[in-house]
């Protein structure tokens, strides 16, 4: 079985580690009413998805 030889240092843990950032989420205008939206998802303002009305939001 490998083990370290020895402890790794502090810093070569973080070095490693530089690129485990959040990542801000995608957002897509809505085909609908031109609100921002997550892609793949229904249109929290308007309710509608690639065209169709799934929700009813009132205003």
Do not use: D
């Amino acid at each position: 079985m490998a083990v370290p030889k020895r402890k790794q240092s502090k810093m070569q843990g973080r070095k490693r580690r530089t690129h485990y950032t959040a990542l801000a989420p995608t957002v897509v205008k809505c085909a609908q009413c031109g609100e921002p939206k997550r892609p793949h998802n229904v249109c929290p303002h308007c309710g509608t998805y690639r065209g169709r009305q799934f929700l009813e939001i009132s205003e």
